[in-house]
């Protein structure tokens, strides 16, 4: 699989973890928040982080810790946990707790307060490209968010060369065990939405294209993924 | 003729405390009315199953649409329909049931052992279900009870389904109903859920479901 090298995933480099203990540490860790968890108010309620990750993403955590204590994979990193029990499409127990912990990282830091706005450089044209306008772009992203039946992701993903498209997955499946490189997510599970939006899961995703994406970010992926 | 979104059976409140007034109206007036209206709309590709009740609906269509490999609109929505239209009905207000029947009764002690055991079973199929999805109680084909889960709005009485049963009580583990009042804390929800199951309703299923049928929806 392209994006597998050496046993590590060489995935779309996240920015640098700024709180990650620099000691080894055998458990996950939950990820704490890259902003206050009402800093994405209104658009994201501090009552959904404080059940999304201090519940939600804590027991993917918790959990996942419980299942690879004293075993092998205790001593190895996310990444290498999600590829290896993705076990070539044949999930063992530990996937969805890794991946969700995976996913829910990787969707905090899709978003940034006073977010959304449109990317500008590289990827902007890139989007251009092969969407044919940023419009197109936002509406493919959005029906795949609203068609994704019951939980799931919505992914804008990019090859190698840089050829942009979008990806939706159920449950906890992410797009690199697909050998895909995620650049940008919606979570798409109601958890996700519900305390804000209820059922209205298309103005959700409108909002979070609108308000919250971190183009910043995003483009940080597409750079590095495309090295 | 056109499918139509049935009243609840009782007021949105009736539920209270296990289930709140507003997950029930929501989840009534706007996740069901939305299935029934997609399952409707979805029937204009498949004209000649428009005839066909939910139940015969489930029965028949998923077959038929991976035979014909279209995206399965049917499973889905045919399948949300059948879902809601049966879980209120095997809900009422707490207290104004009174259990299972003696038949019911020994046939759950029967496949389970006690009443206990089964509740125990059925939890943790609902609390097991990853995602979004429904646990179920229903008659297998050879005439005992079981439990089984099925993911998003599949049913056992799909072709689908891994374990095909005749359910004679489900509940539905979409976030949706119960992410107002209980957030993540599904297993709590699991636990109300038996306050105000309606066994007279049950009881119902599970004659019918003994001769191979369902009562009317």
């Known amino acids: ?227 | 003729m056109a499918f139509v979104l049935p009243n609840l059976p009782y007021a949105p409140d009736a539920l209270e405390p296990y289930v709140d007034t507003t997950t029930m109206t929501i989840h009534h007036g706007k996740h069901h009315a939305a299935y029934v209206n997609n399952v409707n709309a979805a029937l204009e590709k498949f004209p000649e199953m428009k005839s066909l009740g939910i139940v015969d609906l489930n029965k028949v269509s998923i077959w038929y649409e991976f035979s014909v490999q279209t995206e399965n609109t049917l499973q889905h929505t045919g399948g949300g329909h059948f879902n809601h239209s049966f879980f209120w009905k095997v809900m009422t207000k707490p207290s104004n049931s009174n259990g299972p029947s003696a038949e019911l009764k020994a046939a759950i002690d029967k496949a389970f052992g006690s009443m206990e055991a089964m509740k125990e079973k059925f939890n943790a199929a609902a609390a097991g279900r990853f995602g979004s999805g429904w646990a179920w109680l229903g008659v297998k084909p050879d005439g005992s009870l079981g439990v089984t889960s099925t993911a998003n709005q599949d049913n056992p009485l799909q072709q689908v389904a891994e374990e095909k049963m005749i359910p004679i009580l489900g509940l539905d583990v979409w976030e949706h109903a119960y992410y107002l009042k209980y957030q993540n804390r599904r297993p709590e929800y699991i636990a109300a859920f038996w306050n105000v199951v309606n066994w007279e309703q049950v009881n119902d299923n599970f004659k019918a479901a003994c001769g191979g049928g369902m009562p009317a929806l």
């Open chain 1, 1 to 227: 699989m392209a994006a597998l090298l050496n046993g590590k995933l060489n995935l779309t480099a996240r920015p640098a973890p700024a709180q990650r203990p620099s000691v080894r540490t055998n458990a996950v860790a939950l990820k704490p928040l890259p902003y206050a968890p009402d800093a994405l108010e209104p658009h994201m309620s501090k009552a959904t982080f404080e059940f999304h990750h201090g519940k939600h993403h804590r027991a993917y955590a918790d959990n996942l810790n419980k299942q690879i204590a004293g075993k092998e994979w205790d001593q190895k990193d996310l990444d290498t946990i999600v590829m290896s029990s993705w076990n070539n499409g044949n999930p063992t127990p530990e996937f969805n707790n890794a991946a969700q912990v995976w996913n829910h990282e990787f969707f905090w830091e899709s978003m940034k307060p006073n977010g959304g706005g449109e990317p500008t450089g590289p990827l902007m044209e890139a989007i251009k490209r092969d969407f044919g306008s940023f419009d197109e772009f936002k509406n493919q992203f959005k029906a795949a968010g609203m068609t994704q039946f019951g939980s799931g992701w919505a992914w804008l993903v990019t090859d190698k060369s840089g050829k942009l498209s979008i990806s939706k997955t159920p449950n906890a499946v992410v797009p690199v065990v697909e050998g895909k490189f995620p650049i940008l997510t919606v979570d798409v599970w109601e958890h996700a939405y519900y305390l804000d939006y209820q059922n209205r899961r298309p103005d959700f995703i409108q909002t979070f294209m609108d308000k919250l994406i971190s183009w910043d970010a995003v483009s940080d992926r597409f750079v590095k993924a495309t090295a």
